[in-house]
């Protein structure tokens, strides 16, 4: 049976949309793990490893040796701020950083060997005795290749200029003009003594299951002021652009699933309906209906077997064209899927045959053999709700699992339950509402409009499956836009990508004069005092390591602000009327969470020596990532007036103006200049990869959602044919055929865009807001969308697929169907 039905075309709807679900699902899941993978590796380099221990003081060397003994890569780092010394007595800050021979795990560590030379990648550090340095030292300390500089009570020689390391921006003292050495020089600088500022870190990396083993080994044993980091804690931007990435895969292999629930399930009904006189005439010769149900049965699980063995090989090839296409974006090779994903599609090919292709023809068995003889006998194949139901727990349950997101899953089918619940309202009444005008159309309209009517309920229910696949389609495609527009506003090309501290009130004015000199864009100048929070309420807090969480004494940047800071929002309370003398704070609203304060606590202070208390006037919300200067408190101007303070703001400087730097530095050897731009390339660079992967996904199930409206359009095609072909018989012609047709399908696809379109407005927001962390707006350019791609799509496909009526005899199209 199974071979005549493919000869004669019957299965091939049936077995094109099995294999493309599987090969679709199996090969989403493939790309977005591998890829997945190959994205959280490539932004370890933010850290040099797969995860960092930070410390401000040496750590056991017995946590490398387990590390070892697990099977892990190690190495350690030492950072610290120092002066150097040429032989010509010159000297200047630098940002110290001694590395073991194993840096950096992660990531590359380039060198030149002249300031500002050709840079290349090397596998670890300067030698003993060596040290490399910021190519802007070789002019500031008059020196070249192979001087000698001295730090502390040692004397190395200047081997290279250091140009990248892929940790840069993350220690605290990663700023000013960068030193490199060899950890194994330390001891004999004597510039580490006990109590000397520094930051240690033991970097990790290797098997991510013995990464954890450590990890948990490692946690109960770290003491006040040592933290374990990651990607999410190192870099927090990047960490957050990597989690709404995978949400948005999780949400496009998701939707997959739907959509290919939805085509099996539409080409299952079209293929059990042709069947229903075959099971009659087999009935009519004895055969029983435990035989057909038997005879059904295998041939399902035979054809969902090669279906899903076929659609595995395609999701395979799927995968290996994407990277083979992605490659170039890519600057690190994707590991292994797994099994998994092909475990997804074998899975999801199961659930869609046993919850939508099996019913329909589980009930031909109940066909009467009468239909032998009286083809007006209504079809046993019909769903009924009892499937609908089904079905919509099927796919909620692969959804769930796919996802392993009850919010992701729920947003989702929200929106398709509002597209099913409104769309057969809607639906029913906007084509009953046709018959008013079908009797005053022209021939043409009336001939549309009478098709529309005959078949109300089954266009009803059309309307909803095209609804459902343009619904998803425009989902995927309104988050893909909101979260690329978010990366791209993130880091504009214009943001600074230099910080400038520590600058005295006496260098103000001549700092922006040089500034404006110059041509250089810069953020206003902001004053910065170091404060301790010692009391909330006159209620003391509790003293703890630097980098332990929730309420406790800490120490931060205090500034002073007559206006609202730039970027920054009030989230409550108001701000200051200008001139008050009054004690006020204004404190950032997540600061302000950790520390359990609300407006209207009293906060004490230790400035130096001098105590200070203001009463939390008002809350603020600001973005981290917008490279301006930020504080987590702010008072007004006279509060802090009598208190010493200095400087600091963020300027924006091309790549080929960084020699602007050395000029400054000259003119102001105290003020420290924090580099950012290297930093903010690798964000970039991650950024447009994810960016990337998202519009590949996105590709994919754009091309699943076509298949579902083909298997839409497909499903009444036969009855429009039989229609079209009586009235051929009759001497219709071909116009005004076609043309009923393209009103026909166009009136479809409108009402199924303006459904398709507020259900996606609908579940764009609760994906937004519950599951991306992301504010909604909405989005006026969707309804042009999405009526247009309703109705010309539609129209198109549902033209297309009945062409054959013009072209071929009508008396064979009669035959056949």
Known sequence: MLARDWRGGELGILAMALVLAVGVVSGISAFTSRL?????????????????????????????????????????????????YSTSDAMQLVAVKAVSAAYPLRGELS????????????????????????????????????SSVALGDASFTVAGAVRAEPDQAAGTYGYGPRLLMNYADIAATGVVQPGSRVEFRQLYAGDPG?????????????????????????????????????????????????????????????????????????????????SINFLYGRSLLLLGSIATGAGCLLGWGIQALFFKLFADQLPVQP?????????????????????????????????????????????????????????????SGLMLWYSGDWKLTAA????????????????????????????????????????????????????????????????????????IDEWQTQLPEDAPNHFMINIGPQDLQPVEQMLREEGVPSEALYPMIRGRIMAVNDQPLPTAGEMEEGPRQRETNLTWSTGLPTGNVLTAGEWWPDGTTEALVSVEAEFAQRMGVEVGDKLSFLVGAQPLEATVYNLRQLDWQSMRPNFFLVFPPDLL?????????????????????????RSFPTVTVIEMDLVIDQVRSIIKQVSAAVELVLAVILATGALVLVAGVQASVDARMHESSILRALGARRGLILGGLFIEFSALGLFAGILATVAAELSVAMLQIWVLDMSYAPSPWLWPLGLTVGTVLIAGLGVFSCRKVVSSPPVALLREL
């Open 412 to 483: 989702v089918i929200s929106g398709l339950m509002i597209t099913v619940s409104l769309g057969m309202v809607l639906a029913m009444t906007l084509l009953r509402g046709g018959r008013i005008v079908g009797m005053s159309a022209g021939s043409i309209w009336r001939l549309a409009l009478a098709g529309l009517q005959r078949r109300g309920t089954a266009n009803a229910l059309q309307v909803v499956i095209f609804a459902m696949a343009i619904m998803l389609l425009l989902v995927l495609v309104l988050v893909r836009t909101s979260l």
């Open 111 to 146: 060198f030149s060997d002249e300031p500002f030379g050709e840079a290349r990648a090397v596998v670890s550090g300067p030698g003993v005795g060596e040290v490399w340095l910021d190519s802007r030292l070789f002019p500031l300390l008059d020196i070249s290749l192979g």
């Open 335 to 395: 590991g292994p899927s797994g099994p998994r994903p092909y475990l997804i599609g074998s899975a999801t090919a199961l659930t869609c045959l046993m919850s939508f292709a099996w019913p329909p023809l589980r009930r031909l068995s109940l066909a009467s053999p009468l239909r032998v003889l009286r083809r007006d006998l209504p079809l046993e194949t019909r769903r009924s709700t009892r499937d609908y139901i089904i079905g919509l727990l099927a796919i």
């Open 641 to 665: 007036a009598s208190y010493p303070a200095t400087f600091m703001t963020s300027f924006h400087l091309d790549a080929e103006n960084k020699v602007f730097l050395n000029r400054f530095i």
């Open 36 to 84: 997945q993978g190959a994205l959280e590796q490539e932004s370890h380099r933010f850290l040099a490893a797969d995860l960092v221990v930070r410390s401000s003081r040496e750590m056991p060397a017995d946590w490398l040796q387990e590390a070892l003994d697990d099977g892990l890569s190690v190495a350690t780092t030492l950072a610290f701020p120092s002066m150097i």
């Open 210 to 290: 013995a990464l954890q083993r450590h990890r948990e080994q490692l946690e109960p044993r770290l003491a006040p002021g040592q933290r374990m980091i990651d990607i999410n804690q190192g870099q927090p931007g990047i960490g957050k652009a990597l989690a709404r990435a995978e949400s948005f895969l999780l949400l496009a292999g998701s939707l997959g699933v739907v959509l290919a629930g939805v085509a099996i399930a539409l080409a299952a009904g079209r293929f059990s309906e042709r069947h229903n006189d075959y099971v009659a005439i087999m009935k009519s010769l004895g055969a029983t209906s435990g």
